[in-house]
């Protein structure tokens, strides 16, 4: 018996190791080799009809990784027990590029094309059209054959403290400074109102009032006009104040100043390691680390949570639907 369980643990251990393996950057240069021009097309005439577009994007890829890994589940369109209808998946969009790609690629390369694959090229290109650093996407992945609600609780969410972010991060096998740029990501897009009613009014649950004391105080009052108590929860303001039209670290200086906007980046100064590591990408602008390049290495390393690859998934001809 303990032989086999060794044996099982081995096998399931080598599995994890190879299915990474088995992304490669150019895995298409053979099968198909137009298919990281036509994602590029298209998400580029997405982006100039919508500029907030790279930012969802960018969204919908970190949304599809947490989840069952970066396999497309979030895609799927199943009824009610869909996982895009997760709350933690609440505003999230994009998914009418990645079907529109997938329709050019199957008219192109049938069958060859994974929307699993789409989604993280879409991502990295939307990243590119907002200024930011281009990099190269290891690609090979299959799309998943589960996609349900359930599987979607344990997101990180806006109001998560820094120790549930870090735990959350940890278990899909990404570090603190993983969660650091990753969270840099919110240099560009915005977010509703919706997801500031808690910090802004009511961030001491058990008086029923007041606002989060790390906001910088001039900047709550720039808030609260904008999102005033009781008012539109729908209306939108940029993550990144004063810079969010441009794929920077700019963001990563508001967190410092109390200039966050969203309650999960500002806990990021709550901890000494998370802290630390924002300010390593100030205190030397000269000889210190870039933020773009360490972001391109954490971007990579999320694109390869949980994978699928051979038996364990499939190519779909449709996006929101399994074959």
């Known amino acids: 018996m303990a ?7 081995l096998t399931s ?29 298209v998400v580029r005439e997405s982006v100039i009809s919508d500029h907030n577009m790279a930012a969802v994007l960018l969204r919908l890829h970190f949304h599809d990784c947490f989840v069952e890994g970066c396999d497309g589940s979030i895609l799927i369109d199943n009824g009610p027990n869909s996982e895009k209808n997760a709350f933690g998946h609440e505003g999230i ?7 529109r790609a997938k329709a050019e690629l199957e008219a192109s390369c049938p069958g060859v094309v994974s929307c699993a694959d789409i989604v993280a090229l879409a991502a990295r290109d939307a990243i590119v059209m907002a ?14 054959l589960v996609s349900n609600v359930s599987l979607a609780q344990a997101m990180p969410d806006v109001s998560d403290s820094i120790q549930i972010l870090n735990a959350k991060f940890l278990n899909k096998g990404l570090t603190q400074k993983d969660l650091v740029l990753l969270s840099g990501a919110h240099t560009i897009g915005t977010t509703a109102c919706f997801f500031m009613t808690k910090r802004l009014y009511n961030f001491f649950p058990s008086s029923g009032s007041g606002s989060d004391p790390s906001i910088n ?15 539109d929860v729908n209306v939108r303001i940029a993550i990144d104040e004063g810079g969010h039209n441009k794929f920077d670290k700019h963001i990563l200086d508001n967190i410092r100043q109390g200039f966050a906007v ?5 806990r990021l100064n709550d901890d000494i390691v998370t802290k630390f590591i ?19 290495e954490s971007i990579v390393k999320m694109g390869q949570i949980g994978v699928k690859t051979g038996f364990l998934g499939e190519i779909r001809h449709k996006c929101s639907k399994f074959n």
């Not at 950057?25 to 097309?41: M, R």
């Not at 969009?93 to 079907?99: A, K, T």
């Not at 969203?262 to 500002?266: P, Q, Y």
């Open 131 to 144: 200024n930011g650093p281009m990099y190269q996407v290891p690609s090979g992945r299959k799309d998943g």
């Open 262 to 266: 969203l309650e999960s980046d500002a």
């Open 217 to 231: 105080t001039r900047f709550l009052q720039e808030l609260k006009t904008r999102c005033p108590q009781n008012g």
């Open 278 to 296: 924002i300010d390593s990408y100030f205190n030397n602008p000269i000889f210190g680390p870039s933020f773009e390049a360490d972001f391109v």
């Open 13 to 41: 251990f080598l599995m994890f190791c190879c299915e990474s393996q088995l992304l490669q950057v150019g895995f298409y240069s053979n099968t198909c080799p137009q298919a990281e021009s036509i994602v590029h097309n």
């Open 93 to 99: 969009r994009g998914f009418d590029v990645i079907e």
């Open 3 to 9: 032989l086999f369980v060794l044996r099982f643990v």
